[in-house]
T-cell receptor, first 110, second 114 residues
Framework: DAKTTQPPSMDCAEGRAANLPCNHSTISGNEYVYWYRQIHSQGPQYIIHGLKNNETNEMASLIITEDRKSSTLILPHATLRDTAVYYCIVRVVIADKLIFGTGTRLQVFP | NAGVTQTPKFQVLKTGQSMTLQCAQDMNHNSMYWYRQDPGMGLRLIYYSASEGTTDKGEVPNGYNVSRLNKREFSLRLESAAPSQTSVYFC?????????????FGPGTRLTVL
């Protein structure tokens, strides 16, 4: 499975967009990009995933570069409740396993 | 729906004791997983079960055994607990059908081994 690289921490003002980058330069053609988040020490929560097209759902948007070597998770209007650790995961579609890194700790401040 | 439930929520063991962590899901999912999370780290896969009756090792299986009791339940057993197994344990399930899908996680079991 391809490895991912994320900044260890980021800050964002409440109400502003939070843009969380992820580098996955060794990604293969059949590997999806998944994002999960973990609030406090709760179980991780699925956010969004994509293969090569940009994706949007009620929680976030996922922008994947054309060469698929990096992606950005966008929380359009961050709230205090979005303070969490965000994990970017690259996953082979035929292998139902998630390989977590250490993630980005996002702190949203008032 | 309760989703994924885990028992117990907290447990303290002495070195050498054994225990079983229980996990159940009510979403009729085929696949179930056990992860552990050490402080400041991401989750690591211990074992998983792609379907009822099958189990496979993950990244860190040593010191653990699992049982997929039925479609709903997947238990994790520590036969002889060691301090290195102090961690938070998460169970997850998914409706794995060979395509992309999400995993749903339980609230975790916080285990301390003295």
């Amino acid at each position: 499975d391809a490895k991912t690289t994320q900044p260890p921490s980021m800050d964002c003002a409440e109400g502003r967009a939070a843009n969380l980058p992820c580098n996955h330069s060794t990604i293969s053609g059949n590997e999806y990009v998944y994002w999960y988040r973990q609030i406090h020490s709760q179980g991780p929560q699925y956010i969004i995933h994509g293969l090569k097209n940009n994706e949007t759902n009620e929680m976030a948007s996922l922008i994947i570069t054309e060469d698929r070597k990096s992606s950005t998770l966008i929380l359009p209007h961050a709230t205090l409740r979005d303070t969490a650790v965000y994990y970017c995961i690259v996953r082979v579609v035929i292998a139902d396993k998630l390989i977590f890194g250490t993630g980005t700790r996002l702190q949203v401040f008032p | 729906n309760a989703g994924v439930t885990q028992t117990p929520k907290f447990q303290v063991l002495k070195t050498g004791q054994s225990m079983t962590l229980q996990c159940a899901q009510d979403m009729n999912h085929n696949s179930m997983y056990w992860y552990r999370q050490d402080p400041g780290m991401g989750l690591r896969l211990i074992y998983y079960s792609a379907s009822e009756g099958t189990t496979d090792k993950g990244e860190v299986p040593n010191g653990y055994n699992v049982s997929r009791l039925n479609k709903r339940e997947f238990s994790l057993r520590l036969e002889s607990a060691a301090p290195s197994q102090t961690s938070v344990y998460f169970c997850a399930s998914s409706d794995w059908d060979g395509t992309e899908n999400e995993q749903f996680f339980g609230p975790g079991t916080r285990l301390t081994v003295l």
